[in-house]
């Protein structure tokens, strides 16, 4: 992982492996040991929030406006954030485009098996996809 000064007080994490620039919130925990579970579960304890990380459990890429929602765009911004801050979504822009996926890897590494709990309580028997060696990037 390669870590470069962007634009707009942004870090630019490029995955070497993957080809992919995400870009990451000041704000976002980039270690494993900076996530902090009273906040995770926080930003899980809401039914829209929960809809967002269940949509990117499969362990692609949505932009916010792909994801169907019952709130307005502005909350959907909220809910984007509280999940970023959390640490528990990353996002990546290319163009006027933001493309979120879960952190799964920091997560399960942090709190393994917390989200496939989470997910499973939700009916979503699914076990979590995606990349689990993300943890080496973060």
């Known amino acids: 992982m390669t870590c470069v000064a962007g634009l707009s007080s942004?870090?630019?994490?490029?995955?070497?492996?993957?080809?992919?620039?995400w870009a990451l919130d000041p704000l976002v925990p980039t270690g494993v040991d900076a996530l902090d579970l009273a906040t995770i579960l926080h930003a899980l304890s809401d039914p829209v929030r929960l809809l967002i990380v269940s949509q990117l459990a499969d362990g692609g890429e949505l932009t916010c406006g792909s994801?169907?929602?019952?709130?307005?765009?502005?909350?959907?911004s909220h809910h984007?954030?509280?999940l970023r801050e959390a640490g528990l979504v990353a996002q990546r822009v290319?163009?006027?485009?933001?493309?979120?996926?879960?952190?799964?890897?920091?997560v399960q590494q942090r709190f393994p098996g917390l989200l496939d709990a989470v997910l499973r309580a939700q009916g979503l028997p699914q076990p979590l996809r995606g990349d689990r060696s993300e943890a080496a990037r973060a």
């Open 10 to 21: 942004f870090l630019v994490d490029v995955d070497t492996a993957g080809g992919r620039d």
């Open 67 to 76: 994801i169907d929602l019952p709130v307005a765009k502005s909350t959907c």
């Open 80 to 82: 984007f954030r509280v």
């Open 94 to 106: 290319d163009g006027k485009c933001r493309f979120n996926r879960l952190r799964i890897g920091p």
